[in-house]
């Protein structure tokens, strides 16, 4: 069964820093996310990626993120400036399209943050 | 009010019970509900689709009340493995985002 993968499972970086998550989507899957998870909290949207843009955005991806589909596999999260704050785990999902919008997740990274 | 709303629980059953959980959204013009299922400290993994009506799938009942803007998973028979956190999850259209609720935890036990 084709499945989402991330890299890596967990990062620790020190306050400051630039860390970029990675992640395969599903082949024929034409829609990509990521979301976060602070330990104890609810699954937060971050972003949604179809077509080479951004369809949509929350509030908490604000100018310190990025994202960036380099070639026709990989699906990259950047955050430019890590803060305490963003330690988390951080899932990368797809779906195939938008009426039925079934998503699917990857097994996420641990982002530690010094 | 939350966009999603779930009761946290922790809900202990015994093995082969019935459990139900509910699950309230804010937003009238959503379009889509799901059920996700989340392990400990792993991804969100999808367990059920609710389009319509409701949907059932083996032991795994899901309803939705568009009227009342409620959803309901009912799972009889639970077994051990069932134990998990199980999350209300709705998308609104536009972006396809989905918005989450916290979850109701379920453990069964022996």
């Known amino acids: 069964e084709p499945e989402v993968t991330q890299t890596p499972s967990h990062q620790v970086t020190q306050m400051g820093q630039e860390v970029i998550l990675r992640c395969v989507p599903i082949?024929?899957?034409?829609?990509f996310y990521w979301y976060r998870q602070i330990l104890g909290q609810k699954v937060e949207f971050l972003v949604s990626?179809?077509?080479?843009?951004?369809?949509?955005k929350s509030e908490i991806f604000d100018d310190q993120f990025s994202v960036e589909r380099p070639d026709g596999s990989n699906f990259t999260l950047k955050i430019r400036s890590t803060k305490l704050e963003d330690s988390a785990m951080y899932f990368c999902?797809?779906?195939?399209?938008?009426?039925?919008?079934?998503?699917?997740f990857g097994p996420g990274t641990r982002l530690t943050v010094l | 009010r939350k966009e999603v709303e779930q009761d946290p629980g922790p809900f202990n059953v015994p093995e082969g019970a019935t459990v139900a959980f509910n699950c309230t959204y804010s937003?009238?013009?959503?379009?889509?509900f799901f059920w996700y299922r989340q392990d400990c400290r792993k991804e969100p993994k999808l367990l059920m689709s609710?389009?319509?009506s409701g949907n059932e799938d083996g032991r795994f009942t899901a309803q939705l009340n568009r009227a009342s803007q409620y959803i309901s998973l009912l799972i009889r028979d639970s077994k051990l493995s069932d134990s998990a956190t199980y999350l209300c999850?709705?998308?609104?259209?536009?972006?396809?985002?989905?918005?989450f609720g916290t979850g109701t935890q379920l453990k069964v036990e022996l």
């Open positions: 999902a797809s779906s195939v399209g938008l009426a039925r919008n079934e998503q699917f």
């Open positions: 082949s024929n899957h034409l829609y």
């Open positions: 990626f179809y077509n080479n843009e951004i369809s949509e």
């Open positions: 937003n009238s013009a959503s379009q889509s």
């Open positions: 609710v389009y319509s």
């Open positions: 999850v709705v998308y609104a259209g536009g972006g396809n985002k989905l918005t």
